[in-house]
């Protein structure tokens, strides 16, 4: 028997401990694969691998679950389910799976898709959410990157490798975002945003897009829609990955920080701008006026400086790589500017945190309490912040968070 047939899944820690539940779900899942489809043994190995993570996933995250006492069992209905709809999508075909995804998307979104001003008949309203679709398929694809901590240049290659991505970007869009008193699927607040952007005086004309080609479609995806898809992430900057180990210590630091401080406010509205929704949608779900957010961005701003120059500036400068050792993130031209502006003392401390003397020995010999130490070493790191950011905009201090 082939190597790949026997793989397991690699050892993994979920809910807090080592399962076996881990290893049951994906060989019931590497298993309905090979049986089920036409797909490579190493495919089938790496999209049960994925089913499998993104299930424990869930059921660790999950307090539902958690508090419900049958978490194997919650993990097993999930996966069978989250096999069904693979399944579904891989026996459908390439064009007809398509079809059956965009058709689903968009009878949900039909009748929130209405710009302002503008009196829409049935084929041009049609043709607006084809528009908003071709996007949300690119948003969902880089979604799907990074919660399976996937490459920047990761696309669906095998039939299977499609049927998965279809099937994730169904349960994307229908995910449930709280609003007050009620929840809303994601993709309708993406599809009322997209809306009320579209300019009055503009006229989407896309019908060409709409056009299916012919043949069987289950060789490739090649039907029009995925061109203009593979044509956006030619043209569009790639995002960073977002499950970047160090990244999340950072993610979780910061969020342990602002509760710390009881700004469970500015905790909400981080973990919003973590999920990449607008600025109106996030007035939406906090129940804020223009103006109420506007003065949480800068309470929240505040409290990001003194974490990220303060509370764990080390954190912080080695996921920015600007740490000491690296003097700051700042070139050696900018570091012998930056250091002929700092007076005698400033240049002391900094020298003594390069060595890697503690804060308690510096104080010492500098002669400054440790309050003393923490405002000038603030200062010093605002200083270099402020160099870097001026050579990311070009212009001055950046106030971008």
Same mark, same amino acid.
């Given at each position: $028997?082939?190597?790949?047939?026997?793989?397991?899944?690699?050892?993994?820690? #979920?809910?807090?401990?080592?399962?076996?539940?881990?290893?049951?779900?994906?060989?019931?899942? !590497?298993?309905?694969?090979?049986?089920?489809?036409?797909?490579?043994?190493?495919?089938?190995?790496?999209?049960?691998?994925?089913?499998?993570?993104?299930?424990?996933?869930?059921?660790?995250?999950?307090?539902?679950?958690?508090?419900?006492?049958?978490?194997?069992?919650?993990? $097993?209905?999930?996966?069978?389910?989250?096999?069904?709809?693979?399944?579904? !999508?891989?026996?459908?075909?390439?064009?007809?799976?398509?079809?059956?995804?965009?058709?689903?998307?968009?009878?949900?979104?039909?009748?929130?898709?209405?710009?302002?001003?503008?009196?829409?008949?049935?084929?041009?309203?049609?043709?607006?959410?084809?528009?908003?679709?071709?996007?949300?398929?690119?948003?969902?694809?880089?979604?799907?990157?990074?919660?399976?901590?996937?490459?920047?240049?990761?696309?669906?290659?095998?039939?299977?490798?499609?049927?998965? !991505?279809?099937?994730?970007?169904?349960?994307?869009?229908?995910?449930?975002?709280?609003?007050?008193?009620?929840?809303?699927?994601?993709?309708?607040?993406?599809?009322?945003?997209?809306?009320?952007?579209?300019?009055?005086?503009?006229?989407?004309?896309?019908?060409?897009?709409?056009?299916?080609?012919?043949?069987?479609?289950?060789?490739?995806?090649?039907?029009?829609?995925?061109?203009?898809?593979?044509?956006?992430?030619?043209?569009? @900057?790639? @995002?960073?990955?977002?499950?970047?180990?160090?990244?999340?210590?950072?993610?979780?630091?910061? $969020?342990?920080?602002?509760?710390?401080?009881?700004?469970?406010?500015?905790?909400?509205?981080?973990?919003?701008?973590?999920?990449?929704?607008?600025?109106?949608?996030?007035?939406?779900?906090?129940?804020?006026?223009?103006?109420?957010?506007?003065?949480?961005?800068?309470?929240?701003? !505040?409290?990001?400086?003194?974490?990220?120059?303060?509370?764990?500036?080390?954190?912080?400068?080695?996921?920015?790589?600007?740490?000491?050792?690296?003097?700051?993130?700042?070139?050696?031209?900018?570091?012998?500017?930056?250091?002929?502006?700092?007076?005698?003392?400033?240049?002391?401390?900094?020298?003594?945190?390069?060595?890697?003397?503690?804060?308690?020995?510096?104080?010492?010999?500098?002669?400054?309490? $440790?309050?003393?130490?923490?405002?000038?070493? #603030?200062?010093?790191?605002?200083?270099?912040?402020?160099?870097?950011?001026?050579?990311?905009?070009?212009?001055?201090?950046?106030?971008?968070?």
């Amino acid at each position: $028997m082939n190597s790949a047939a026997t793989a397991t899944i690699p050892t993994a820690t #979920f809910l807090g401990e080592q399962t076996i539940g881990v290893e049951v779900i994906f060989q019931l899942l !590497y298993k309905e694969f090979r049986q089920s489809t036409k797909a490579s043994e190493q495919n089938c190995h790496d999209v049960a691998t994925r089913i499998t993570t993104e299930v424990y996933r869930i059921c660790s995250e999950s307090k539902r679950i958690q508090a419900s006492g049958a978490v194997e069992n919650s993990a $097993m209905t999930l996966a069978r389910h989250r096999l069904q709809q693979c399944q579904r !999508y891989y026996q459908l075909g390439s064009n007809r799976g398509r079809v059956e995804l965009h058709s689903t998307l968009s009878a949900i979104i039909y009748r929130y898709i209405n710009p302002p001003q503008r009196q829409l008949s049935y084929q041009g309203r049609l043709t607006i959410i084809e528009d908003f679709l071709q996007s949300f398929y690119l948003e969902a694809l880089n979604a799907f990157r990074r919660e399976n901590q996937l490459g920047t240049t990761y696309r669906p290659q095998s039939l299977l490798e499609l049927a998965e !991505y279809m099937a994730f970007t169904e349960r994307y869009g229908k995910r449930r975002i709280p609003l007050p008193g009620r929840q809303q699927q994601l993709i309708i607040l993406r599809a009322q945003t997209f809306s009320q952007q579209q300019p009055p005086e503009t006229s989407v004309d896309i019908e060409q897009a709409s056009e299916g080609s012919s043949g069987d479609g289950d060789g490739s995806w090649e039907e029009p829609a995925v061109h203009q898809l593979r044509s956006t992430m030619a043209t569009q @900057p790639e @995002p960073e990955p977002e499950e970047d180990t160090l990244r999340s210590v950072v993610i979780t630091e910061l $969020m342990s920080y602002l509760e710390q401080k009881q700004q469970s406010d500015c905790a909400d509205y981080f973990s919003l701008r973590l999920k990449d929704l607008s600025t109106q949608e996030i007035e939406t779900i906090l129940n804020l006026t223009p103006r109420q957010r506007d003065y949480l961005q800068q309470r929240f701003k !505040y409290h990001l400086i003194r974490f990220a120059l303060l509370h764990r500036w080390e954190l912080v400068h080695e996921w920015l790589e600007a740490s000491l050792q690296t003097n700051l993130g700042l070139t050696p031209q900018q570091w012998e500017a930056y250091t002929s502006q700092l007076d005698e003392k400033q240049r002391s401390l900094l020298d003594l945190k390069q060595q890697g003397q503690p804060d308690e020995k510096i104080a010492k010999t500098l002669g400054l309490s $440790m309050a003393q130490l923490q405002k000038r070493w #603030f200062k010093i790191l605002e200083q270099a912040w402020e160099i870097r950011n001026s050579l990311v905009s070009g212009s001055g201090a950046s106030t971008h968070e």
